[in-house]
């Protein structure tokens, strides 16, 4: 076994179509010793990979671990594949053009089943044929030219206005066809849509509006899903041999590991008659091992969606749990994972921040072209379908990184639907809900600081004071032998700094003063400010306080120097001392104590000195 690893690039890394495609390419891989890797290019929790667009994907994802790259359609831009090819990996395009790029490409032979089938509506009478595909896909532009190539065999000439154009590949672009026709009075007798999703769709709004198929309208699809068999009536549709077209990419990316030169494969399609074209009803072709096989698809569907379930609750519910550590994937058919997030300012590297169950070493930064660490491939079991995912964790908000697991490959669900998918948009989500959090904590407490301090000197304010106060007097009532002392501290010579150096000079004056009372006193006293140029100095437990009134005299009368000027001020303090009796221990009464005390002191200030 060589073990080397071949990346498949696809805007989903799961469903019937990318999947199915994923799956193939794994089994031929492992056939032959090998191994496959799938990245999504698509972010996480997109609704279709049509309507996205094609991604803005420029990483240099696992470069570093790769053999070579497959690209699915719509997953990178040209540009990408050229710059991958031009750093030694072989480039493998899948059902779409790589002319101008120097790239090889595997095509279904579009054309031909799409030829076999227009003959086939002619054969039961039809000329009035239409044709509805989503025509900005080259993979649709090939089924229309065989289409055309088909009615023109026969001596038919193609009408402008029974071409369509769906706007998708899903039901809902069929549904907008079966609109169109009606409204235009059912000008086709028959229609060839691009794919089964679209002829789904068109068939279940036809038979909603009253028309019957195929006696009204005859339909056939492109794909052949496994929807197509179990509909009513039966999908008649042109097979897409996915697991051929995997082989057939496999097969020519070991090609390429020696002869570099770019070379484009075809694998053929092929007609399957049904019942919607207008063929005779053949019924189900049920055998007991189709039944236990649905009845397995079914148990798997409800075991996806209860998993589903569990991992939104898990991620975004009451988050006890740090979702980086991903002790949620265990709720998932994952069997080991890591999470690397982007280091902050470079985007180049990822932080491994998160492990499960694959001995990863967390803390490590890893460039993004060695991303994921190599643990994960060895846990890899190809041909039981365990492969390693790689799945962008980003939001509308942010790019946090990559996720990182080895799990199934899911090819039964639609594209998108599937849990890597899932479990990448629920994560951002996650890890966005946490930083909101935060962000709103944060205010929280900087609102509350706000309305508890002041804002010019960041001192405690009345209301904070007052409630210190009130703590102190329950104690001191809970507690005889307990005392606290409360100064109230008011600048001499304030004003006369704001009337001859400005207001500006007086503010960075209260600063200074509200530093020097904070850097004098115990960790549990408190100096607030009441406004102006007074200030309220709470004593926690004393037994004497004269040391303190003498301190901040002292500290207060050194001269202040703002803004390279020199000033000189002083202060007048009032002090009440907690005590016994009714109202001994009363923080208002002893603050308007300590008010009284204050101006008394200053009274005294201004009195002549007799002589």
């Known amino acids: 076994m060589s073990g080397r690893t071949f990346g498949i690039l696809s805007p989903f890394v799961g469903g019937d179509y990318y999947g199915a495609i994923i799956e193939g390419i794994n089994a031929a891989a492992s056939d032959g010793g090998d191994r496959i890797m799938a990245i999504q290019t698509l972010d996480p929790g997109a609704h279709s990979a049509d309507r996205a667009g094609i991604p803005d994907f420029r990483k240099p994802l696992s470069w570093k671990q790769l053999a070579g790259l497959v690209v699915l359609p719509g997953a990178v831009d040209t540009a990408y594949a050229i710059e991958a090819r031009a750093s030694g990996l072989p480039v493998v395009f899948v059902a779409q053009d790589a002319n101008g790029s120097g790239c090889s490409a595997v095509l279904a032979d579009n054309r031909s089943g799409v030829r076999d089938a227009v003959a086939h509506l002619i054969a039961h009478g039809h000329e009035r044929i239409a044709f509805a595909g989503h025509l900005s896909h ?53 229609i060839v849509l691009g794919t089964d999703r679209n002829a789904i769709g068109l068939a279940a709004r036809m038979a909603a509006a009253g028309y019957d198929l195929p006696r009204e309208l005859a339909v056939v699809g492109f794909d052949d899903i496994a929807d197509a068999a179990y509909m009513r009536p039966s999908l008649s549709t042109v097979l897409q041999p996915l697991d051929a077209l995997g082989s057939a990419v496999y097969q020519l990316l070991r090609e390429l590991l020696s002869d570099s030169s770019s070379q484009t494969r075809y694998v053929m399609t092929s007609f399957v008659q049904r019942d919607s074209c207008g063929c005779p009803a053949q019924g189900l072709p049920v055998s007991e091992e189709q039944a236990r096989a649905l009845f397995g698809q079914v148990q798997y569907l409800q075991s996806t969606l209860n998993i589903q379930y569990e991992l939104g609750i898990e991620l975004l519910g009451t988050h006890e749990r740090d979702p980086r550590a991903l002790e949620w994937l265990g709720q998932t058919p994952a069997i080991a994972g890591c999470l690397g997030l982007w280091t902050p300012g470079d985007e180049t590297r990822l932080e491994i921040v998160g492990d499960f169950r694959a001995g990863c070493d967390t803390g490590a930064a890893l460039g993004a072209d060695e991303f994921p660490p190599p643990q994960l491939f060895e846990m890899t079991d190809g041909p039981a379908g365990d492969v390693v995912f790689l799945v962008p964790v980003r939001s509308r908000n942010r790019d946090w990184g990559m996720l990182a697991a080895v799990g199934r490959i899911q090819s039964t669900t639609p594209p998108g639907r599937e849990m890597m998918n899932q479990s990448g948009a629920l994560l951002a989500a996650a890890l966005d809900y946490e930083v909101m959090m935060a962000a709103l904590r944060a205010q929280e407490e900087s609102l509350r600081n706000a309305a508890l301090h002041d804002h010019l000197t960041g001192l405690p304010n009345r209301v904070l004071l007052e409630d210190r106060m009130e703590q102190a007097g329950l104690r001191a009532a809970r507690q005889p032998g307990y005392r606290f002392a409360i100064l109230l501290l008011d600048l001499d010579g304030f004003k006369a700094v704001n009337d001859t150096l400005g207001h500006g000079a007086g503010d960075l004056l209260l600063v200074e003063v509200a530093r020097r009372l904070t850097g004098l006193l115990r960790k549990s006293d408190t100096v607030a400010r009441l406004g102006g140029d007074e200030f309220v100095i709470l004593l926690d437990g004393i037994t004497e306080h004269q040391t303190v009134i003498d301190n901040v005299q002292v500290a207060i009368a050194a001269p202040f120097f703002l803004d390279g000027e020199r000033v000189a001020v002083g202060c007048s303090i009032g002090v009440a001392v907690s005590g016994d009796g009714d109202n001994g221990s009363n923080p208002d009464h002893l603050l308007r104590e300590a008010d009284a005390a204050m101006y008394r002191a200053k009274s005294e200030a201004k009195r002549p000195t007799s002589r």
Do not use: K, Q, W
């Open 138 to 190: 080259f993979d649709l532009r090939e089924r229309h030219e065989g289409y055309r190539e088909g009615l023109l065999a026969h001596g038919i000439t193609p009408r402008a206005d029974l071409l369509f154009e769906t706007g998708d590949n899903h039901e809902s672009g069929g549904e907008a066809v079966a609109d169109a026709l009606i409204r235009a009075g059912m000008p086709a007798t028959a």
